[in-house]
């Protein structure tokens, strides 16, 4: 199972996943998610294409896509499309979610 590598699960986004992703499409949506920061590094040299997202994902290309216009029209990701094919996802306002759902912990 751990052949292709493992993505790691940040503990405060797995406290609070439960009151993030609720709906019929938690399960794609997470994985949406998971696959972009996966692939999300410092000094990338080019972006990742909606296919490869979308296979990290286990989706196809309009699950992807569709997950993509969920999380943007919830305000937790934005999205800018590259002219070589690539795609560029802002997550910041996941992280803001994260945040408010999990402020005052210790």
Known sequence: ?????????????????????????????LAVVLAIVDYA???????????YLSFLAGLTIEEFEAGLVRLEQRGLIRVAREMDGGVDVSY???????????????
């Open 1 to 29: 199972m751990l052949d292709e590598g493992f993505v790691p699960f940040p503990k405060r986004l797995l406290r609070c996943m439960h009151r993030l992703f609720t709906d019929g499409n938690a399960a794609k949506d």
């Open 92 to 106: 910041a306002g996941l992280l803001v979610q994260i945040d408010q759902l999990t402020q005052g912990e210790a």
């Open 41 to 51: 590094r410092p000094n990338l040299t080019r972006k990742p294409s909606i296919e």
